[in-house]
Nanobody, 115 residues
Framework: QVQLVESGGGLVQAGGSLRLSCEAS????????MGWYRQAPGKQREWVAT???????SYAESVKGRFTISRDNAKNTLDLQMNSLKPEDTGVYYC?????????WGQGTQVTVSS
């Protein structure tokens, strides 16, 4: 059974930083692109950032320059360093990965940014 488990969410003041982590476990023979999504209260889930297996990254305009996505292919982990956080960054953050040629989702971790 393949699992994605996020950690690192919490409450932070505007301007602060948080680092989210996601670990893939189970019977894994392939992990391709990995990414982060978020869902604010009352809104649809939105894409935040993606990193390919080769390390190429892309970001939503709203987080570009503030967030950094990274991964460790040897450990099957994914991170999201979030700096200069804003109240509008509040939401549940989900890890997503193409594992064994199927999309997988984590359970989500709450990020709350107070003004």
């Amino acid at each position: 059974q393949v699992q994605l488990v996020e950690s690192g969410g919490g409450l932070v003041q505007a301007g602060g930083s948080l680092r989210l982590s996601c670990e893939a476990s189970g019977s894994i023979f392939s992990i391709r692109a990995m990414g982060w999504y978020r869902q604010a209260p009352g809104k649809q889930r939105e894409w935040v950032a993606t990193i390919t297996s080769g390390g190429s990254t892309s970001y939503a305009e709203s987080v570009k320059g503030r967030f950094t996505i990274s991964r460790d292919n040897a450990k099957n982990t994914l991170d999201l360093q979030m700096n200069s956080l804003k109240p509008e960054d509040t939401g549940v953050y989900y890890c997503n990965a193409n594992i064994n040629y199927s999309p997988r989702w984590g359970q989500g971790t709450q990020v709350t940014v107070s003004s």
